[in-house]
């Protein structure tokens, strides 16, 4: 067994996360990362082309609506969002 699967496998058995992890989540794609610290506006960026963040998704840090400045805490969960209903360029509000 290596010693990557060996510390993660005891991280497992005490219940601990590794420091400064947050779960970033958008639609189907999730991921766990060591981001504490960082702010949303800095993660979007960084995660926009990998996780394919739309960038009118709203961020919700732990179900929270939250400004691009709010900083990142250990077990924070960050998840963009769109609303329900919305898709494509326009909305249904928008025709005149």
Known sequence: MSAQLKDLSRLKQTGRAPAGQVRVSYGVHHLDAAIAGKSVGEVRQALKEPLNID???????NGRDV??????????????????GEKGRFSIFSFQ
Do not use: I, M, N, T
């Not at 400004?67 to 329900?84: I, M």
């Open 67 to 84: 400004a691009a400045s709010y900083v990142l805490k250990q077990g924070d969960q960050l998840e963009f969002v769109r609303l329900a």
């Open 55 to 61: 960038p009118r998704a709203l961020a919700l840090v």
